[in-house]
């Protein structure tokens, strides 16, 4: 394409998700992809130096991990055809991108969008924004009846003229990009407070946009604490320190907090309603591939032995886990954690074992979020009580 190069384009992509628009055209296909919406001024030329193309697929393309490792991923709203990840990986290989074969294609989630307004990620999209937003007036970034800003602008490094205050929307965006790391590790981890996070994060990022740094950094205040209390809620708790050498007794219990009983049995909630929604999100691909066979009726009856999976995973962990966090007694608390931990080991079992796993972890109609979830939360768990 004369003023598009799709091989330039891949190159831009690292962690940020751009979006693609997959054309088929009369005498050839092209994949465009963009940092923003891919609008008419854009897909126009390139439709017609395919000869009278038309959009048959849009979404987002991004690189992401899986069991095969780091794999180029397009996602779309819709199941993801077979012929899409055909007709891809041959325009991949006539613009010479085979470093990004092979391809997988998935569904994108129900909270998942379809597109992405900047060069960033889900997360580092506050980071652009508000760089992209250029020097704030002092009088937007901290109002106040005087225009004297000196006294409520902390110091900072240089980044202006000494004689200049340090500018607001640097000094935010160096904050929100310190705490990037921590943040990426809580979402990857899917932390309790993963979506609590991605919220706050947002929120910073929009009204940083409108140079209210002020309530900006009150959100990234929330975003730290977030990060500390869901980093102590979801790690696996550290050994108590040796007691006094006067009450120092060999085999003495370990000392569990108590928000470890309360959280673990608010995450086991959590996770199995996660994995129930992508057990539904699965039978509804399925419905919707066979939408027009004359054999519906005979898939729809069969897509309930679905929820099977979760048949072994019943109360009987949280159970035992409340039973635990209320024992007044710390040796009959360490008997009913090793029962906890049984139990646990007993559900992973039979998760890993369900007739369903191979199928849940690899099936044709794209990719959802059912076996992690419990599989992260219970292992986690065990970890904790250990």
Same mark, same amino acid.
């Given at each position: 394409?004369?003023?598009?190069?799709?091989?330039?384009?891949?190159?831009?992509?690292?962690?940020?998700?751009?979006?693609?628009?997959?054309?088929?055209?009369?005498?050839?296909?092209?994949?465009?992809?963009?940092?923003?919406?891919?609008?008419?001024?854009?897909?126009?030329? %390139?439709?017609?130096?395919?000869?009278?193309?038309?959009?048959?697929?849009?979404? /987002?393309?991004?690189?992401?991990?899986?069991?095969?490792?780091?794999?180029?991923?397009?996602?779309?709203?819709?199941?993801?055809?077979?012929?899409?990840?055909?007709?891809?990986?041959?325009?991949?290989?006539?613009? $010479?991108?085979?470093?990004?074969?092979?391809?997988?294609?998935?569904?994108?989630?129900?909270?998942?969008?379809?597109?992405?307004?900047?060069?960033?990620?889900?997360?580092?999209?506050?980071?652009?924004?508000?760089?992209?937003?250029?020097?704030?007036?002092?009088?937007?970034?901290?109002?106040?009846?005087?225009?004297?800003?000196? %006294?409520?602008?902390?110091?900072?490094?240089?980044?202006?003229?000494?004689?200049?205050?340090?500018?607001?929307?640097?000094?935010?965006?160096?904050?929100?990009?310190?705490?990037?790391?921590?943040?990426?590790?809580?979402?990857?981890?899917?932390?309790?407070?993963?979506?609590?996070?991605?919220?706050?994060?947002?929120?910073?990022?929009?009204?940083?946009? $409108?140079?209210?740094?002020?309530?900006?950094?009150?959100?990234?205040?929330?975003?730290?604490? @977030?990060?500390?209390?869901?980093?102590?809620?979801?790690?696996?708790?550290?050994?108590?320190?040796?007691?006094?050498?006067? *009450?120092?007794?060999?085999?003495?219990?370990?000392?569990?907090?108590?928000?470890?009983?309360? !959280?673990?049995?608010?995450?086991?909630?959590?996770?199995?309603?996660?994995?129930?929604?992508?057990?539904?999100?699965?039978?509804?691909?399925?419905?919707?591939?066979?939408?027009?066979?004359?054999?519906?009726?005979?898939?729809?009856?069969?897509?309930?032995? /679905?929820? +099977?999976? /979760?048949?072994?995973?019943?109360?009987?962990?949280?159970?035992?886990?409340?039973?635990?966090?209320?024992?007044? +007694?710390?040796?009959?608390?360490?008997?009913?954690?090793?029962?906890?931990?049984?139990?646990?080991?007993?559900?992973?079992?039979?998760?890993?074992?369900?007739?369903?796993?191979?199928?849940?972890?690899?099936?044709?109609?794209?990719?959802? !979020?059912?076996?992690?979830? @419990?599989?992260?939360? /219970?292992? *986690?768990?065990?970890?904790?009580?250990?």
């Amino acid at each position: 394409m004369p003023d598009y190069d799709l091989k330039v384009a891949l190159k831009r992509i690292n962690e940020k998700p751009f979006n693609f628009v997959l054309i088929k055209g009369g005498t050839s296909d092209q994949v465009v992809v963009s940092p923003k919406p891919i609008g008419p001024k854009q897909l126009n030329p %390139v439709m017609e130096e395919c000869g009278d193309g038309k959009r048959i697929a849009k979404g /987002l393309c991004m690189w992401e991990q899986n069991a095969e490792g780091n794999q180029f991923t397009f996602a779309t709203k819709v199941p993801p055809s077979p012929t899409w990840e055909k007709m891809i990986t041959v325009v991949f290989r006539e613009s $010479k991108c085979t470093t990004y074969l092979p391809i997988v294609m998935r569904q994108l989630a129900e909270d998942e969008s379809d597109e992405v307004s900047t060069e960033e990620g889900e997360i580092d999209s506050a980071v652009t924004a508000v760089e992209q937003a250029g020097p704030a007036p002092a009088s937007a970034a901290f109002p106040q009846t005087s225009p004297v800003v000196e %006294v409520v602008v902390p110091p900072a490094p240089p980044v202006a003229p000494p004689s200049a205050a340090p500018d607001p929307l640097a000094l935010f965006t160096e904050r929100l990009k310190a705490l990037m790391p921590k943040i990426k590790e809580a979402i990857v981890a899917a932390s309790p407070a993963a979506q609590a996070i991605k919220v706050k994060v947002g929120e910073a990022g929009e009204v940083a946009k $409108k140079k209210d740094f002020l309530s900006a950094n009150r959100a990234l205040d929330d975003v730290e604490g @977030l990060l500390k209390n869901g980093a102590a809620a979801s790690a696996p708790t550290a050994k108590p320190e040796p007691k006094p050498a006067a *009450t120092d007794v060999d085999e003495e219990p370990k000392e569990i907090p108590l928000s470890t009983y309360l !959280m673990g049995r608010a995450n086991l909630r959590k996770a199995r309603e996660a994995v129930e929604q992508g057990l539904k999100d699965l039978q509804a691909a399925i419905l919707a591939k066979a939408a027009d066979e004359p054999f519906f009726s005979d898939v729809e009856a069969k897509s309930q032995k /679905l929820f +099977d999976y /979760l048949v072994p995973i019943d109360d009987s962990v949280a159970t035992k886990l409340d039973a635990a966090g209320i024992s007044p +007694d710390p040796e009959l608390q360490a008997g009913l954690n090793k029962q906890v931990r049984a139990l646990i080991q007993k559900q992973l079992s039979a998760l890993r074992g369900h007739a369903l796993a191979p199928f849940l972890e690899k099936n044709p109609f794209g990719s959802f !979020m059912i076996r992690q979830p @419990l599989e992260s939360t /219970l292992t *986690t768990l065990d970890q904790q009580l250990s």
